[in-house]
């Protein structure tokens, strides 16, 4: 019996330390997104600026 009860509070606190590590990513995750999404948002406005003209990094390079 003691063996199970070790074994259950191993696992219970395995389970503890994954959901941190979880919500973490998570909070890395939202981070991130909301990041990709203003570096959108201003490429979108600088195209915007520029007059819809060809986007840098569709050029071919000069040694091309």
Do not use: C, F, N, W
């Amino acid at each position: 019996m003691q063996h199970l009860e070790e074994k259950l509070a191993h696992l219970l606190r395995t389970v503890d330390e994954l959901s941190d590590v979880v919500a973490r990513q998570q909070r890395e995750i939202d981070t991130l997104t909301r990041r990709v999404h203003m570096l959108m948002q201003r490429e979108g406005e600088r195209e915007a600026e520029r007059g819809g003209g060809v986007i840098i990094a569709d050029e071919r390079p000069p040694h091309y």
